[in-house]
């Protein structure tokens, strides 16, 4: 799921060899953790919180070259660029794959720029990222290769 850097990071070709994998459809109880976990990560991104956002965020994440520190790197300068941010992402489905949820969304992330106004600079379409459950709810944590 940032999708904001909450669930944003994403790689489609990573995702793509990765959906080859089986998994069984997530039950309703899951998807709405996964929800509301999203909804608080979007409420933080966009109050510019990075340690907020960096909560839903696994201290293991890996996906690619990414990891929780390159996350944080990325949101401060999102940060220094924009001065307001606003994500819209929509869960489109949650496979559960040995213990972890495959999390598939669709979403853009915009910043407002001095003068220039809204601007959207990433977006997305049935992208995934995978959550585990970690103490304290589900947080992202990335495809670990």
Known sequence: MLATA??????????AALAAQQGVTAPAQV??????ALAKATQRFEARDVAGVLAS???QYRTGPFTKAGIREQLIAIYSIYDAVRARVR????????????VYSTGEV????????????LSWQHELEVARREAGGWRLFGYQQ
């Open 57 to 59: 965020i696994s201290d």
């Open 110 to 121: 915009s910043g407002r720029l001095p003068l220039v106004g809204w601007v959207v600079f």
């Open 91 to 102: 869960i489109d489905e949650v496979q559960m794959v040995d213990g972890h949820a495959w």
């Open 31 to 36: 998807v709405g953790e996964l929800q509301a």
């Open 6 to 15: 909450l669930w944003l990071v994403s790689g489609s070709a990573v995702g």
